[in-house]
């Protein structure tokens, strides 16, 4: 059996989920771009008892830089920045800022590809920034080996589908790196399980699934890491940008109900058994002041979904043990009996052409 790790992403000392938080991703810019900031991340990873420091290098600040037509620009000999202008960011700042807040896995550098729903225009997007992604993980790769070797490196994978990532995979041949990194807020249940299929056919056994917390793929992950791979982890900030809308996420499937701003039935019993909800009513939540009410749902709603992995994880021994999990936890059938189709093609499949399962997966 492998492990299941949630990481929280997008906190800081002042939102901290809960008293202890062992897992936390952190990116460079955001968390390390001078002294002053690196110094208030030590403290927040003192602070939270953090035991797993996850370094993201930063693809999501280089595509909201693009995204607003800022120039990036890679240029090692000068700092790590962000401005209204560009952004500068480079291999060598990764490794720089992991030397100083040494992380136990870092990402190599990435320039995330951006959402393209045609299959010409993602064919393009890809061709345009690929070599630019192997040179970055190339560079990230050698400079980890000289300066931080017992750190974990993963390639993020800045893939649309299977097939584009076995082409990053075979140009990385020869490069020493731990795991990889997929984009899974980008790929449905279906293309998840495929290329889980190939990097567990190509022995790749340490997954990171960059921002996404959606139950169902969870779901997916939990089964894949207790049953098939070393590690699987995954992040996403949504228990803090559900929370700032007064979002409170059910403990069942953490969908997503609005708190505030609404007429609560009182008839409606709150039985979450997360620390914060028990012997408070939807009632009292609505009636917090909104820092309060914020404050209270961002704990909430990364337990709910803390929980959840663990939950699924401890359901997963097999796909058939995992769809009565699911079943009694939801009443989306339909996204239960497909996920659970999709790991049954997977068991069958796994040892053979990859292409018989895309087929049947399509």
Not at 38 to 64: K, L, V
Not at 119 to 125: D, P
Request: charged share 25%.
């Amino acid at each position: 059996m492998g492990q299941l790790v949630n990481f929280c992403a997008g906190t800081n000392k002042a939102i901290l989920p809960a008293e202890k938080v062992e897992a936390i991703l952190y990116n460079i810019i955001d968390n390390g771009i001078d002294e002053k900031v690196r110094q208030y991340t030590r403290e927040m990873f003192e602070f939270a008892g953090t035991e797993i420091p996850f370094q993201d290098s930063s693809g999501f600040q280089i595509f909201i830089a693009e995204s607003k037509g800022k120039i990036v620009n890679s240029e090692p000999t000068h700092p790590l920045k962000l401005d209204e202008k560009e952004i500068n960011i480079a291999p060598w700042h990764v490794i720089e800022v992991a030397r100083e807040l040494n992380p136990k896995i870092i990402t190599s550098l990435d320039y995330p590809l951006r959402p393209k729903t045609s299959e010409k225009g993602q064919e393009y997007e890809f061709i345009q920034k690929m070599d630019i992604n192997i040179k970055w993980a190339k560079e990230t790769a050698e400079l980890r080996e000289k300066y931080c070797p017992d750190t974990k490196l993963l390639v993020p994978l800045q893939a649309y589908n299977v097939e584009q990532m076995e082409i990053i995979l075979n140009e990385l041949s020869g490069v020493n790196y731990d795991g990889v990194a997929l984009i899974a807020r980008a790929l449905d249940t279906k293309q998840l399980t495929l290329c889980l299929c190939r990097l567990y056919q190509l022995g790749i056994q340490e997954v990171h699934m960059l921002g996404v917390s959606e139950f169902f793929k969870i779901g997916l992950f939990a089964y894949m890491a207790r049953k098939h791979f070393d590690w699987i982890s995954f992040d996403a900030t949504t228990w803090r940008e559900v929370a700032q809308g007064a979002g409170f996420m059910s403990s069942y499937d953490l969908s997503v109900k609005k708190i505030g701003g609404v007429r609560i039935d009182e008839t409606i019993k709150n039985t979450c058994p997360c620390p914060w909800c028990r012997g408070t009513t939807f009632t009292q939540i609505k009636n917090m002041p909104q820092t309060d009410q914020i404050a209270f749902l961002r704990c909430h709603n990364f337990w709910v979904i803390d929980q959840a992995a663990k939950e699924l994880y401890n359901n997963s021994d097999s796909v058939s043990a995992l769809e009565r999990h699911l079943l009694g936890r939801t009443d989306k059938t339909g996204r239960v009996k497909a996920l659970c189709y999709a790991l049954d093609l997977f068991e069958l499949f796994k040892d053979g052409d990859i292409n018989d399962l895309k087929a049947l997966l399509q």
